[in-house]
């Protein structure tokens, strides 16, 4: 079964597009011209995955994606924003975006992060890829390192007492230094276990996901968690 996309673009020239380059690529679309249809769609049809143009008359993508996230809807959004300054990519961060491209952009460079963002939510890879011989097995009830204590069965994270808050993103890129505490992982290992792909070295898209997650973990007179390596990477330790 083709993975089904949920686009929201009021530019037609735009919508019409990626309409056409998706189906063509495989994806069954539902596009829609503002964030009112959108949210009218994903309540009717719940797709597989949202591709959301930030800036829309009315209901904007990240009014579309905090309602949802409200909801409890956790379908993997996509961001399309013209807007390229760190605290507009936190905004969406903060709306509960999984991640986002920013125009003008290369439609292969969407098709993409879709498949990274699906890969994550489904057995099956890119469309049209064979399912997996087995599903993973599930991880152990609790893991804990530097006063983190995580559930990765329920999602939910603990920084002492303090429950996080945490997107989807977030929580992954927490559990994955969680389980390597001490180690310094580079960015090229960090880009292939929580996206599935690296975006080279211009890329700051780790760069806001580590930041927005220590502002998420910091607390008054305790020590910084996670470290940056310069030119490596980064590490999960207690000073």
């Given at each position: 079964?083709?993975?089904?996309?949920?686009?929201?673009?009021?530019?037609?020239?735009?919508?019409?597009?990626?309409?056409?380059?998706?189906?063509?690529?495989?994806?069954?679309?539902?596009?829609?011209?503002?964030?009112?249809?959108?949210?009218?769609?994903?309540?009717?049809?719940?797709?597989?995955?949202?591709?959301?143009?930030?800036?829309?008359?009315?209901?904007?993508?990240?009014?579309?994606?905090?309602?949802?996230?409200?909801?409890?809807?956790?379908?993997?959004?996509?961001?399309?924003t013209a807007l390229v300054e760190t605290a507009d990519r936190?905004?969406?961060?903060?709306?509960?975006?999984?991640?986002?491209?920013?125009?003008?952009?290369?439609?292969?460079?969407?098709?993409?992060?879709?498949?990274?963002?699906?890969?994550?939510?489904?057995?099956?890879?890119?469309?049209?890829?064979?399912?997996?011989?087995?599903?993973?097995?599930?991880?152990?009830?609790?893991?804990?390192?530097?006063?983190?204590?995580?559930?990765?069965?329920?999602?939910?994270?603990?920084?002492?007492?303090?429950?996080?808050?945490?997107?989807?993103?977030?929580?992954?890129?927490?559990?994955?230094?969680?389980?390597?505490?001490?180690?310094?992982?580079d960015h090229s290992t960090i880009y292939d276990r929580i996206?599935?792909?690296?975006?080279?070295?211009?890329?700051?898209?780790?760069?806001?996901?580590?930041?927005?997650?220590?502002?998420?973990?910091?607390?008054?007179?305790?020590?910084?968690?996670?470290?940056?390596?310069?030119?490596?990477?980064?590490?999960l330790r207690e000073d």
């Amino acid at each position: 079964m083709p993975h089904t996309v949920l686009l929201a673009e009021d530019d037609r020239a735009i919508r019409n597009a990626l309409e056409r380059a998706l189906t063509l690529e495989g994806y069954q679309v539902l596009a829609v011209a503002d964030g009112v249809e959108a949210l009218a769609q994903a309540h009717r049809n719940r797709p597989d995955v949202l591709l959301l143009d930030v800036m829309m008359p009315g209901i904007d993508g990240l009014q579309v994606c905090r309602v949802l996230r409200a909801e409890g809807d956790r379908t993997p959004v996509l961001m399309l924003t013209a807007l390229v300054e760190t605290a507009d990519r936190i905004a969406g961060l903060d709306a509960g975006a999984d991640d986002y491209v920013v125009k003008p952009f290369d439609v292969e460079e969407v098709f993409a992060r879709l498949r990274a963002l699906l890969r994550r939510t489904s057995t099956v890879g890119a469309v049209g890829a064979p399912a997996a011989e087995a599903p993973r097995p599930l991880p152990e009830r609790f893991i804990e390192a530097a006063g983190i204590r995580m559930d990765p069965q329920a999602r939910r994270a603990w920084r002492g007492a303090r429950e996080l808050e945490l997107t989807r993103t977030e929580f992954e890129l927490l559990e994955l230094l969680v389980r390597n505490a001490g180690i310094v992982l580079d960015h090229s290992t960090i880009y292939d276990r929580i996206w599935g792909y690296d975006f080279g070295p211009g890329s700051k898209n780790l760069a806001v996901y580590v930041g927005y997650l220590r502002r998420k973990l910091d607390e008054p007179d305790a020590p910084q968690l996670i470290h940056t390596v310069r030119g490596v990477g980064y590490v999960l330790r207690e000073d």
